[in-house]
């Protein structure tokens, strides 16, 4: 007996693995760039009208702000219309993932550039137009907490088996544990995450500027303005870095949840099975699949008594069982 099937054989399923508050981001990001986009004009027009260097340098700033945003307002439009595309064997749902990693190797190139910057007015001392500059990075501030205002508040199967009633109750109470100690594991969604962690490393300079600014206008103390930017940078690169780390690891299909891993072979387990092969991995924002190879001498438990168990595992969308009798794997 090898019996190789996926959980909704017989009904037919489909492979979308967005997460839940997917159309809610996208929109949410779409307007973020909507409001960067338009203080990035006021600004450079603005600038340019009224002969101020520093104006139209930060309207540049915030074009990069608004690039930013678009990488991840795009990965969900293509994501969410190339939901039910056949060519992505797994759905469009680390969509979202890869767009994080490119948008934290953004973040890592901006953080060198400030650090470059103010690494070279340390050595290199220019004049600040503080009733200019000081105006500036206050509304540049204005802007990027109604963009963290916009961003935040981001977001995160069913039959049963006809016997072993006293082992169901077992694993239904590791379940309900599994269920409040690995939500956060699955859910988390990169893209709106990456979008929330550019407008906060924007807010985060905007504060240093203005504080190193005031000091820098109260005290004399000019070095106050590039070690604000030191310092922001390292903020920054500090972000990038987690970024990067976290979204790597779901591209290259890292278990994000070894607990769901344990849970899913004690499932077995328990019932005298054993698990012979198991692959847990995310494919998108609170949905994870896995692949289980089972050896069972019983004759009786073929795939669909195993999907039963699996479908009730929460964030497990999508599980592919094989079952052979024991003295094939012996």
């Not at 600038?47 to 991840?72: C, E, K, P």
């Not at 509304?139 to 199967?157: D, K, P, Q, Y």
């Not at 988390?188 to 906060?200: E, T």
């Not at 070095?223 to 930017?229: V, Y």
């Amino acid at each position: 007996m090898n019996d190789f099937k996926d959980a909704a054989i017989g009904a037919g399923h489909d492979h979308i693995f967005l997460g839940a508050g997917h159309e809610q981001n996208e929109r949410k990001t779409w307007a973020v760039i909507a409001l960067c986009s338009a203080m990035m004009l006021i600004e450079i027009v603005g600038g340019s009208m009224f002969g101020s260097l520093a104006l139209v340098a930060d309207g540049m700033h915030m074009s990069t702000h608004a690039g930013a945003m678009l990488i991840a307002a795009l990965a969900y439009t293509y994501a969410r219309k190339h939901a039910t595309d056949s060519r992505f064997v797994f759905g469009t749902g680390k969509l979202g993932d890869l767009a994080g990693f490119t948008s934290a190797i953004v973040l890592a190139m901006i953080a060198l550039l400030i650090g470059y910057e103010a690494i070279s007015r340390f050595l290199s001392p220019v004049p600040i137009r503080f009733g200019e500059a000081i105006p500036i990075a206050v509304v540049g501030l204005l802007v990027n907490l109604a963009s963290v205002w916009l961003l935040s508040g981001h977001s995160h199967g069913h039959s049963h088996s006809h016997d072993d009633h006293a082992h169901e109750e077992e694993v239904q109470k590791a379940l309900e544990e599994h269920e409040h100690d690995a939500h956060d594991a699955v859910t988390p969604d990169h893209n709106i995450h990456s979008a929330y962690i550019h407008v906060m490393a924007d807010t985060a300079v905007s504060v240093l500027a203005i504080i190193g600014l005031v000091l820098a206008r109260t005290f004399g103390w000019l070095w106050m303005d590039p070690l604000a930017g030191v310092i922001g940078a390292l903020v920054i690169a500090n972000w990038s870095y987690g970024l990067l780390r976290d979204t790597g690891a779901i591209l290259l299909d890292v278990n994000p949840d070894p607990r769901m891993a344990e849970n899913v072979r004690h499932a077995v387990e328990d019932r005298g099975d054993k698990v012979v092969d198991l692959h847990v991995w995310r494919v998108g924002p609170g949905h994870m699949s896995a692949v289980v190879s089972v050896a069972t001498n019983e004759p009786q438990r073929d795939s669909r008594f195993y999907h039963a168990i699996f479908e009730r595992f929460k964030g497990l969308s999508h599980v592919t069982v094989e079952v052979q009798p024991s003295h094939v794997v012996g």
